[in-house]
């Protein structure tokens, strides 16, 4: 008796097998339905995120023949969980150290004004901290530098970094900023009001960081505008923070600034 495949699809009519790649970071791809290409900045079940040349991120389902690679049509899966246990870079970009133990720390620090920007240094640079041994400090606001400062004494073995927000020329943390003059100690800051306006727009699934009148709350102004809880901007702050991923979710003006910290304070 014959044996007949339960398929009974003419052959000429059946698809032709296409590849299947490993969606690794930096691979660039296609979404033919709507015509998003990007690299692969993270990969999980059953979805894949690209990033376009412009910053912007879309999520997009893994399924059979979904993708072009350079014009071939490509089923993208899910690299080797072996592959994906051992990252290549920290998450501030830098070359890990399989099995570094945090070193013992040192006697310099970095000050970071706001409870939000030393979470936010904590998640993307900490691998890093921890292997130079620097610890990061919490600074409740820059009025209290100036002692902060003079209690520190600063020196050549004992350096100390401070990293403050909305550093404008002319501004009041500027002034304090300006009054800082020892060779040991280094105060960088970033231009925004909010630690938040350094993710970048596109992380959080925005177009741009809404325009807040002045005088008005920053945070609680951003919530309204975008229709998020604004009782509650802690919890706000904590969603933001967990759709970063790596130094490529920040804006250049923070991320310059905390690597000359780092460098400062580490250096010889």
């Not at 590849?19 to 930096?26: D, I, K, Q, S």
């Not at 008005?216 to 969603?239: F, Y």
């Amino acid at each position: 008796m014959r044996q007949y495949s339960a398929d009974l699809t003419p052959p000429w009519k059946k698809p032709k097998p296409v590849p299947e790649v490993a969606a690794e970071p930096g691979l660039v791809v296609e979404e033919p339905g709507t015509g998003f290409c990007g690299a692969v900045i993270r990969c999980e079940a059953g979805t894949v995120t690209l990033e376009d040349r412009f910053g912007k991120h879309r999520v997009f389902p893994l399924e059979p023949r979904g993708f072009l690679l350079e014009g071939r049509v490509v089923t993208l899966v899910r690299p080797a969980a072996a592959a994906r246990a051992r990252p290549s870079r920290t998450a501030s970009g830098s070359v890990a150290v399989p099995g570094a133990r945090a070193r013992v720390a040192r006697a310099g620090r970095i000050y970071v004004e706001g409870r939000h920007d030393a979470e936010l240094v904590e998640k993307v640079w900490g691998d890093d901290l921890r292997v130079e041994g620097v610890v990061v400090e919490y600074l409740g606001g820059v009025d209290d530098l100036p002692a902060i400062v003079a209690e520190f004494a600063p020196g050549p073995d004992a350096r100390l970094g401070v990293l403050v927000d909305h550093l404008v020329p002319g501004t009041k943390e500027w002034r304090i900023a300006e009054s800082v003059t020892s060779g040991h100690a280094l105060v960088v800051g970033h231009p925004y009001i909010d630690v938040w306006e350094a993710v970048k727009p596109a992380a959080v699934g925005i177009d741009a960081w809404p325009r807040v009148p002045h005088g008005q709350d920053w945070k609680t102004g951003v919530c309204r505008a975008l229709g998020w809880p604004s009782d509650n901007t802690g919890a706000v702050w904590q969603a933001i923070l967990a759709r970063v991923g790596s130094y490529k979710d920040l804006e250049p003006e923070l991320l310059g600034r905390v690597e000359e910290l780092i460098d400062f304070v580490t250096a010889p």
